[in-house]
Nanobody
Framework: QVEVVEYGGDSVQAGGSLRLSCTAS????????MGWYRQRPGEEREGVAC???????YYRDTVKGRFTISKDTAKNRLTLQMDSLKPDDTAMYYC?????????????????????WGQGTQVSVSS
Protein backbone atom coordinates (compact mmCIF):
# COMPACT_ATOMS: atom_id res chain seq x y z
CA GLN A 1 0.00 0.00 0.00
CA VAL A 2 1.39 3.36 -1.07
CA GLU A 3 1.31 6.07 1.57
CA VAL A 4 1.93 9.71 0.77
CA VAL A 5 2.75 12.39 3.33
CA GLU A 6 3.37 16.04 2.48
CA TYR A 7 4.60 18.88 4.66
CA GLY A 8 6.09 22.36 4.50
CA GLY A 9 3.01 24.55 4.15
CA ASP A 10 3.07 27.90 5.91
CA SER A 11 1.90 31.51 5.79
CA VAL A 12 4.09 33.93 3.84
CA GLN A 13 3.86 37.36 2.29
CA ALA A 14 3.55 37.91 -1.42
CA GLY A 15 6.90 37.62 -3.14
CA GLY A 16 8.16 35.12 -0.62
CA SER A 17 9.14 31.49 -1.05
CA LEU A 18 8.14 28.14 0.37
CA ARG A 19 9.38 24.63 -0.13
CA LEU A 20 6.92 21.76 0.05
CA SER A 21 8.09 18.20 0.46
CA CYS A 22 6.40 14.85 0.09
CA THR A 23 7.49 11.33 0.85
CA ALA A 24 5.92 8.23 -0.63
CA SER A 25 6.34 4.81 0.95
CA UNK A 26 5.36 1.47 -0.48
CA UNK A 27 6.08 2.58 -4.05
CA UNK A 28 6.58 -0.37 -6.42
CA UNK A 29 10.06 -0.81 -7.93
CA UNK A 30 8.76 0.34 -11.30
CA UNK A 31 8.04 3.73 -9.78
CA UNK A 32 5.08 6.09 -10.01
CA UNK A 33 4.56 9.47 -11.54
CA MET A 34 4.13 12.08 -8.84
CA GLY A 35 2.70 15.54 -8.71
CA TRP A 36 1.43 18.48 -6.73
CA TYR A 37 -2.15 19.63 -6.77
CA ARG A 38 -4.00 22.38 -4.96
CA GLN A 39 -7.50 23.27 -3.98
CA ARG A 40 -8.94 26.60 -2.96
CA PRO A 41 -12.10 26.77 -0.83
CA GLY A 42 -15.16 26.26 -2.99
CA GLU A 43 -13.14 25.32 -6.04
CA GLU A 44 -12.13 22.08 -7.70
CA ARG A 45 -8.74 20.57 -7.17
CA GLU A 46 -6.25 21.48 -9.87
CA GLY A 47 -2.90 20.27 -11.07
CA VAL A 48 0.13 22.41 -10.29
CA ALA A 49 3.18 20.42 -11.38
CA CYS A 50 4.05 16.81 -12.03
CA UNK A 51 7.05 14.68 -12.83
CA UNK A 52 6.96 11.60 -14.99
CA UNK A 53 9.03 8.45 -14.55
CA UNK A 54 11.62 9.65 -17.06
CA UNK A 55 12.07 12.91 -15.18
CA UNK A 56 9.97 15.05 -17.52
CA UNK A 57 8.24 17.85 -15.68
CA TYR A 58 5.04 19.73 -16.49
CA TYR A 59 3.53 22.85 -14.94
CA ARG A 60 0.29 24.75 -15.13
CA ASP A 61 0.84 28.02 -16.94
CA THR A 62 0.30 30.27 -13.94
CA VAL A 63 3.21 28.76 -11.99
CA LYS A 64 5.74 28.33 -14.78
CA GLY A 65 8.95 30.14 -13.97
CA ARG A 66 8.01 30.45 -10.29
CA PHE A 67 7.61 26.85 -9.14
CA THR A 68 10.06 24.00 -9.55
CA ILE A 69 9.23 20.35 -9.01
CA SER A 70 11.97 17.83 -8.34
CA LYS A 71 12.26 14.28 -7.13
CA ASP A 72 14.82 12.21 -5.26
CA THR A 73 14.00 8.84 -6.79
CA ALA A 74 16.09 6.84 -4.35
CA LYS A 75 14.15 8.28 -1.42
CA ASN A 76 10.81 8.68 -3.23
CA ARG A 77 10.80 12.26 -2.04
CA LEU A 78 9.09 14.95 -4.06
CA THR A 79 9.76 18.65 -3.62
CA LEU A 80 8.00 21.77 -4.84
CA GLN A 81 10.04 24.94 -4.60
CA MET A 82 7.67 27.89 -4.79
CA ASP A 83 9.14 31.35 -5.42
CA SER A 84 7.56 34.73 -6.09
CA LEU A 85 4.41 33.58 -4.36
CA LYS A 86 1.17 35.41 -5.03
CA PRO A 87 -2.03 35.62 -2.98
CA ASP A 88 -3.69 33.58 -5.72
CA ASP A 89 -1.38 30.68 -4.78
CA THR A 90 -3.19 30.37 -1.46
CA ALA A 91 -4.67 26.87 -1.26
CA MET A 92 -4.39 23.45 0.29
CA TYR A 93 -1.60 21.68 -1.54
CA TYR A 94 -1.68 17.94 -2.07
CA CYS A 95 0.96 15.49 -3.17
CA UNK A 96 -0.20 12.53 -5.22
CA UNK A 97 1.39 9.47 -6.75
CA UNK A 98 0.22 7.23 -9.54
CA UNK A 99 -1.74 9.76 -11.59
CA UNK A 100 -1.21 10.76 -15.19
CA UNK A 101 1.53 13.23 -15.96
CA UNK A 102 1.67 14.84 -19.41
CA UNK A 103 1.95 18.39 -20.79
CA UNK A 104 -1.73 19.28 -20.41
CA UNK A 105 -2.35 17.33 -17.21
CA UNK A 106 -3.40 20.48 -15.38
CA UNK A 107 -6.41 21.00 -17.69
CA UNK A 108 -8.19 18.02 -16.17
CA UNK A 109 -9.67 17.89 -12.69
CA UNK A 110 -7.80 15.09 -10.96
CA UNK A 111 -9.81 12.16 -9.69
CA UNK A 112 -9.23 11.74 -6.00
CA UNK A 113 -10.51 8.16 -6.15
CA UNK A 114 -7.47 7.27 -8.23
CA UNK A 115 -3.83 7.27 -7.29
CA UNK A 116 -2.51 7.88 -3.82
CA TRP A 117 -3.03 11.18 -2.06
CA GLY A 118 -1.57 12.87 0.97
CA GLN A 119 -3.63 14.71 3.54
CA GLY A 120 -2.66 18.16 2.28
CA THR A 121 -0.63 21.07 3.60
CA GLN A 122 -1.91 24.65 3.73
CA VAL A 123 -0.17 27.47 1.91
CA SER A 124 -1.36 31.00 2.65
CA VAL A 125 0.05 34.03 0.85
CA SER A 126 -0.88 37.48 2.09
CA SER A 127 -0.64 40.67 0.09
Amino acid sequence: QVEVVEYGGDSVQAGGSLRLSCTASGVPPSGLAMGWYRQRPGEEREGVACIWLDGSTYYRDTVKGRFTISKDTAKNRLTLQMDSLKPDDTAMYYCAAGLGCYPSFYRNTPRTDRGYWGQGTQVSVSS
